[in-house]
């Protein structure tokens, strides 16, 4: 009796961990889903709160420099006044036209003052309404960030505890770790694209939208001057459309869905070279063919990346790539002849930002192929990619 009880009792034993084991699988999937969001919460609301901070201390820079502005027109405009007066009592010393011009001049600067002092009326405005989203903000980030320890906490213990799954949660937290490395190369490359459109078309958007108040004010007081300044608020908004371009090109060129890598390639080689005066060559062997969105945006980051590289850190006077599609792979080589790096220790080294080497090698290893990065002190870096083309 001992021995069927026993079977039968493991048997049981084997379907309830098997239960659990799903009830567990479908509770962690749950709880992943929502520390998603949560994170994507805490992480849109970070964002907006370090945009929002950096508004607001322009904002009291901005504050500081017209206060100086109105104090000193202020004066002027007192001394202006004073003169008007002066001149107006004693006319028998005077011409018609020293009246004129004091009278001018004085005008001039209440104007000016008027102006002035609307746009410190708007800006204090804007700033205290930035402040309190700011303190509101906040706020959101602190609870959202709890909520995501909160929940990494849950799935910690409920990882620590559970028996017969752990290969599972092996791979669960393989794949936990790959997409933490990819979050943090997309919060480093939205951090990029934040900076590029705050200190270009954002900050020129500003400039507009003040530039457009004072034309609407000054409509009435000079409007012989009005054109003068529609003039330079046009200037404005083509190089803002030129800045544009640039971001939304270096976020996806469209040329890589038009007309393919090749094309891409030699057009983004010669904007870096006329950018930023580091020489570069372009090769390419084999006949020119479309592949995959995947493998035509790997390659084309694969050169972006490591061009971004050899601009912050190499001190390259020359970069040479190479292309060659055969008829089973794709070859990539970028070399340059900066001052290399230790390439073990910069891998090693956890306070040093990593994300791009990492994002290429990780682009690469998704579609099966492979990538080789070779550098020495002074002799400069190779990197050396090869994908398979899968029919």
Known sequence: MEGPT????????????????????????????????????????????????????????????????????????????????????????????????????????????????????????????????LKKLNEMVEKAEGLVSQVGLVLKLLGNNLQGISDKIEGVQQLQQMGFKIIQAQEEERKRVAREIHDGPAQAMANIVMRAEVCERMLAVKPEKVAEELQELKRLIRESLQDLRKVIFDLRPMALDDLGVVPTLKRYLSDFQEKYRIYTEFHFRGQEQRFSSSIEVAIFRTVQEALTNIKKHAEASQVHVNLEFTKTKVNLIIKDDGKGFDLDQTLRDVDRENYGLVSMRERIELLEGEIKMSSKIKKGTEIKVVIPIKD
């Not at 009830?23 to 994170?39: L, P």
């Not at 849109?44 to 950096?54: F, L, T």
């Open 6 to 133: 026993a079977n039968k009792q493991s048997f049981s034993n084997f379907d309830d961990i098997k239960i659990l084991d799903n009830i567990i699988k479908q509770t962690i999937e749950a709880i992943e889903k929502g520390k998603e969001q949560i994170f994507d919460i805490a992480e849109q609301a970070r964002q907006e709160y370090e945009r929002v901070q950096r508004e607001v201390r322009e904002l009291q820079e901005q504050v500081v420099s017209i206060i100086k502005e109105v104090d000193n027109l202020e004066n002027l405009e007192r001394r202006s006044r004073h003169r008007l007066m002066e001149v107006s009592r004693a006319f028998e010393k005077y011409t018609e036209q020293d009246i004129k011009e004091a009278y001018d001049t004085a005008n001039n600067f209440q104007v000016e003052l008027s102006i002035k002092r609307e746009q410190e009326k708007h800006i204090r405005e804007k700033r205290n309404e930035l402040e309190r989203s």
